[in-house]
């Protein structure tokens, strides 16, 4: 039995698809495919990584950017939300080109407007308004260069200068910002930009500037912000006042009790309360003559001299004799007056004392330990609690530490207490070196080539594979049945089925039955196809 020809029932897809030049034609459909996904495979992984060159911008800077970038010959991505990306080796010379072309434009000239010329007849009113709408345009450009601000409009009411000042009036700002999606102004960046609006219009107080967001939500309140920021400001002292009080009652225990075996909180009372006073003393004990200018006058005559209101007694003659002369001769005095005029320089003090705030009216502090740990005969860790002489001294430490004052109140309690054992999750683990971005630049080539090789591999070898064992393999007919295209020839020649199932009669029946049985473990779709051609011959 040289050869066995084995016919399937017929099967006009079966058939198709087992015909040469369907097999060839659906191979080389593969073939082309395989090289396809290659070539998008290998485009993919050699994509240059693009990184943003501008974003949120209006549509007339992105087509002045777009202009610019193409007649560079610098690649591009346009993307939804306005921005512009290019390949990350462009980014630096993208943008040093289009700042030497003044791109992106900014909305509005600012200041700019004031280089142009005005023309003739251009009243003084104009031009008032053109540098008012500049300053405005100026001060908001400057607001949003503030990271969380999208863009940010200034409006002013300046007041009218006037010589009388009473007829002055106030000058306002309001100020309107587009906060980016997710981010919110902060306090301090809000009167960042309060008090950057106050210091660079003249006569503009902090009180007179509103600032409104997109929603409509005034981020600052006008009345009474400074009474605002000043509460704010104290209690912000506060705090810092009383972390550093624990700092140092932990530092000052850690290394008695242990670390983390101490908790400490204080209260601190704090006086921001403003007081001047100004006081003027005198020492009279400290004088000293600075001047003195003393006078004296004698007047010397006849004491019975005419005086007194003319009259008749006034005209007597005065009585004989020398009472009012001397021994020798001379007159007596007869009025004498002296005075004196002293002026002293006084010991005087003036003093002006301004008691700074933030001082401490009182002070309360809270202390607790852990329980002493100690290990006994088994090795097992045993909590003591700690006696009351070691808090009487932690007690004793940590009022020189705070400096305790018992005239202003102060207050001082130190716990010893059972400290529960809190079981602390795993340290968060370092960043990875996979996170970054030169490792997935590595991971995307890797990929490209792993399914290069998979497409090789996968598809195009066993592909080649069939074609070429489909052109080797002839087609076999046996007498009597021609071979025709949709006919599945099986040709067996000279193999071991051929040996195992036509062995001749000398050979026992055990012998061809295990040979049998091997073969249909071996190869069972050639067993089936000889059967069923048996069948088929049998009629």
Do not use: C
């Not at 130190?414 to 968060?428: D, H, Q, R």
């Not at 598809?459 to 295209?485: D, E, K, T, Y």
């Not at 051929?498 to 055990?510: I, K, W």
């Amino acid at each position: 039995m040289d050869s066995v020809t084995l016919q399937n029932p017929p099967n006009p897809l079966q058939g198709l698809l087992v015909n040469p030049a369907v097999r060839q034609l659906l191979t080389l459909v593969g073939i082309a495919a395989s090289v396809a996904l290659g070539v998008l495979i290998i485009l993919w992984t050699r994509a240059p990584n693009h990184n943003l060159l501008y974003s949120n911008l209006s549509d007339e800077q992105t087509a002045e950017i777009v202009q610019s970038l193409q007649s560079a010959g610098i690649p591009y991505k346009l993307h939804a939300n306005g921005g512009v990306t290019v390949p990350a080796k462009f980014v630096y010379d993208a943008r040093m080109k289009l700042a030497g072309e003044g791109l992106p434009s900014t909305s509005g000239l600012g200041l700019d407007m004031l280089k142009d010329d005005p023309g003739m007849g251009v009243s003084q009113f104009i031009e008032t308004k053109r540098y008012n709408h500049g300053l405005e345009t100026e001060l908001g450009r400057t607001i949003a260069q503030l990271k969380p601000v999208r863009s940010a409009r200034v409006h002013l009411a300046l007041a009218k200068d006037s010589v009388f000042v009473r007829d002055r009036g106030k000058t306002t700002a309001s100020v309107l910002v587009d906060v980016r999606a997710g981010q919110r102004l902060e306090k301090e960046q809000v009167s960042s930009i309060v008090y950057f609006l106050a210091s660079s219009i003249i006569g503009l107080d902090a009180e007179q500037v509103t600032v409104v967001d997109q929603t409509g939500r005034m981020l600052n309140s006008p009345e009474n912000s400074k009474d605002f920021t000043m509460s704010d400001n104290q209690f912000d002292h506060t705090r810092r006042v009383e972390e550093s009080y624990v700092q140092r009652i932990e530092a000052l225990l850690a290394p008695i009790v242990g670390i983390g075996k101490v908790r400490a909180e204080v209260v601190a009372d704090l006086d921001f309360t403003i007081s001047e006073q100004t006081q003027e003393t005198y020492d009279p004990q400290n004088s000293v003559l600075r001047s003195e200018n003393t006078t004296s006058s004698e007047r010397r005559g006849d004491a019975n001299a005419a005086k007194g209101i003319p009259g008749a007694v006034s005209n007597q003659p005065p009585v004989s004799g020398n009472e009012n002369t001397d021994p020798d001769g001379t007159l007596k005095p007869v009025d004498t007056s002296r005075s004196a005029v002293r002026n002293y320089e006084v010991d005087r003090t003036v003093s002006h004392t301004r008691q700074a705030s933030g001082g401490i009216r009182r002070l309360s502090v809270a202390v607790i330990v852990d329980d002493r740990q100690t290990m006994d005969a088994d090795g097992t860790q045993v909590s003591t609690p700690r006696t009351q002489t070691e808090l009487d001294q932690i007690n004793a430490l940590v009022r020189e530490a705070v400096g305790f004052n018992a005239e202003r109140g102060d207050s001082i309690q130190v716990v010893n207490s059972s400290f529960e054992t809190i079981a602390l999750g795993a340290a968060p683990d370092e960043p990875k070196f996979w996170e970054t971005p030169a490792f997935r630049d590595m991971l995307k080539q890797g990929m490209g080539a792993l399914l290069v090789l998979i497409v090789i591999f996968g598809l195009l070898r066993p592909m080649s594979r069939g074609l070429l064992q489909a052109a080797a393999v002839p087609q076999l007919a046996g007498p009597g049945n021609p071979a025709a295209p949709g006919n599945r020839m099986l040709a067996v020649e000279d193999s071991e089925a051929v040996a195992a199932l036509d062995a001749p009669t000398s050979v026992p029946v055990e012998q061809r039955i295990d040979n049998a049985r091997k073969l249909a473990a071996e190869n069972p779709e050639s067993v089936a196809q000889v059967v069923k051609s048996w069948v088929a011959e049998d009629g």
